[in-house]
């Protein structure tokens, strides 16, 4: 808990941060939005569920230039009193109007038609390219089979009696494989013309909606080992007795404050009665202040860094890569804590023994 903030973030003047005394005295808590199906390598949008509906905001696909008024003093070719002009209507331009949920809407919307135009593109690719390794391999069957004929027609001109017999009967046995093999390309190009007639079909329909996956962030403040990771398949449409019942069986017995921000999930009776049927303090962060939950806001960002180069299709997927992250975090050395270079777990373990 306290008032630092990270370069770029905005906020009031910083203070003096303070984390808690002794494991299990205080819990950063947080909520996060993921797909419920993800592709390694492909990032991720943050996505902010505080209001009680999913605000999505779209992963940029270039690298914008951040520029701002002051920016103008730094060219020294401008004139003074030029460059003055431009920073009082820079300073002064009016800020851009938040979106309407109509908006957000319809950005989301055209988001997943861009993934299902993406993902129908490399399906397209694929099977282009395995028609294309199925023609190159029949026009080498093709040739094979010509070679053989023609060595057959110079064998019937030449004498023989008992190697006649033989070759007649080797050339029924390749006769009947070349039938076989011409079948089998019927077949082949029977599945090549459904499978096309099915993605043109995709193609063509509306992309499904995105579907999402909540992910409870529950961290120890003096430790930073992460408590927990519960997942939610509701997705959008988590409650707060969802989230109170995850936290019910997570929370240490010696718990005092539990530090959360302000989203619906957090301020609704549920957690409440909760706060005081485990007799401990719910704290609220400031309106506008993240770096006020800190802890868990950057255990968040860590998580979502890690989970873009995994790939799931499936909630007990991503459940076993969610346990998997949280050995790894608590066990490698972590720089935020009161003794750099110690893991989470093997600060915990010396904070006991002190």
């Not at 991720?44 to 505080?50: E, Q, Y």
């Not at 090549?192 to 403040?221: F, H, K, M, S, Y």
């Not at 398949?233 to 997570?250: F, S, W």
Request: net charge neutral.
């Amino acid at each position: 808990m306290g008032g630092t903030h990270e370069a770029g973030e905005k906020g009031g003047p910083s203070g003096v941060a303070r984390t808690a005394e002794e494991p299990g005295q205080t819990a950063n808590v947080d909520l996060c939005f993921v797909p419920a199906t993800h592709a390694a390598e492909q990032r991720l949008p943050a996505v902010s569920g505080s209001s009680g509906r999913l605000v999505v905001t779209p992963v940029r696909e270039t690298t914008e230039e951040h520029t701002w008024p002051g920016q103008i003093f730094e060219d020294p070719t401008v004139a003074y009193a030029e460059a003055m002009d431009a920073f009082v209507a820079a300073a002064t331009a009016p800020p851009p109007l938040p979106r309407t949920p109509e908006q957000w809407a319809a950005q989301e919307e055209q988001m997943a038609r861009k993934e299902a135009q993406r993902l129908h593109h490399h399906a397209e690719m694929a099977l282009r390219a395995e028609r294309s390794a199925q023609r190159a391999q029949r026009r080498q069957e093709d040739t094979a089979w010509r070679d053989l004929c023609a060595a057959r027609q110079t064998a019937l001109g030449m004498p023989g009696g008992g190697a006649a017999l033989d070759a007649a009967a080797v050339w029924r046995a390749q006769r009947a494989q070349r039938r076989a093999t011409l079948e089998r390309r019927q077949q082949d190009d029977a599945a090549w013309r459904q499978e096309r007639l099915l993605l043109r079909d995709t193609a063509l329909a509306a992309p499904p909606a995105r579907r999402w996956i909540a992910v409870l962030v529950l961290t120890d403040n003096c430790t930073r080992q992460c408590v927990g990771l519960p997942l939610f398949e509701a997705g959008a449409k988590v409650t707060a007795e969802m989230v109170r019942d995850a936290l019910r069986t997570l929370l240490p017995p010696e718990l005092q404050f539990l530090i959360a921000d302000r989203g619906t999930h957090f301020t609704a009776h549920a957690l409440a009665r909760l706060a005081h049927e485990a007799d401990f303090v719910h704290v609220l962060i400031a309106r506008h202040r993240p770096a006020s939950n800190g802890i868990a806001e950057r255990f968040v960002r860590t998580l979502k860094d890690w989970l873009a180069g995994q790939t799931w299709e499936a909630a007990d997927v991503l459940a076993a890569l969610l346990e998997q992250f949280r050995a790894e975090y608590n066990a490698r050395p972590h720089q935020g804590l009161g003794i750099p270079g110690l893991s989470p777990t093997e600060f915990a373990q010396r904070i006991w023994l002190l």
